[in-house]
């Protein structure tokens, strides 16, 4: 079974651009989350997406935006780029059943915005 | 709000010298309790799932338990090939499909 796949891996922008990272989960997988990982930070829940609705949100600026399209892809969008948006964006798929679904993660996308 | 912390933050081993990395965690109805690794530059891989205190799983050379309050992820015999970053999240109560992580614990093992 093929696991979460992430395009694209790295990312190069500047500040004020915008950026928009592809997640599709693994198949039969019904929910998305998507976390920012720094090294200050950690690992940071953004959102989550089932069954193409924002069910959860977390606490970033509305910079951050994402979608989810009817067979299970997730977007994820963030709006005028800040040097702070530097990180490793993972997504995480799981049947989104129950809160206690094991969520797969994908093998990131690499944002640096310089 | 849910809070996970782990301990040490890095531990060097020598191959074959046992160990157990800690997570304490605060949450309000514990839904599950997740260990995943991660390597450098990729995303964490799923190891457990741990649901309720007294609860013991194993895999190869590691085991997770959980208590009311804490979780062990024991090590033994490491081989270098089990250098990683290990981390826990938890899944809470409540309406929310968030995992709350830990900042983990860097493992070296030296051959």
């Known amino acids: 079974k093929a696991g979460v796949t992430q395009t694209p891996r790295y990312l190069i922008k500047t500040r004020g651009q915008q950026v928009t990272l592809s997640c599709s989960p693994i198949?039969?997988?019904?929910?998305v989350s998507w976390y920012q990982q720094t090294p200050g930070q950690g690992l940071q829940f953004l959102f989550e997406?089932?069954?193409?609705?924002?069910?959860n949100k977390g606490n970033f600026p509305g910079r951050f935006s994402g979608r989810q399209f009817s067979n299970s892809r997730s977007e994820m969008n963030v709006s005028t780029l800040e040097l702070g948006d530097s990180a490793l964006y993972l997504c995480?798929?799981?049947?989104?059943?129950?809160?206690?679904?094991?969520?797969?993660f994908g093998p990131g996308t690499r944002l640096t915005v310089l | 709000e849910d809070q996970v912390t782990q301990s040490p933050e890095a531990l060097r081993l020598q191959e074959g010298e046992s160990s157990s990395l800690n997570c304490s965690y605060t949450?309000?109805?514990?839904?599950?309790l997740f260990w995943y690794r991660q390597d450098p530059g990729k995303g964490p891989e799923f190891l457990f799932t741990?649901?309720?205190a007294g609860e013991e799983k194993e895999k190869e050379r590691l085991k997770a338990t959980l208590t009311k309050k804490e979780s062990f992820l024991h090590i033994t015999a490491p081989k270098p090939e089990d250098s990683a970053t290990y981390l826990c999240?938890?899944?809470?109560?409540?309406?929310?499909?968030?995992?709350?992580f830990g900042k983990g614990t860097l493992l070296t093992v030296n051959p």
């Open positions: 995480a798929s799981s049947l989104g059943l129950s809160r206690s679904d094991t969520q797969y």
């Open positions: 198949s039969g997988h019904r929910s």
């Open positions: 997406y089932f069954s193409e609705t924002q069910r």
């Open positions: 949450v309000s109805g514990l839904r599950g």
């Open positions: 741990l649901y309720s």
């Open positions: 999240a938890v899944q809470g109560g409540g309406s929310n499909y968030k995992l709350t």
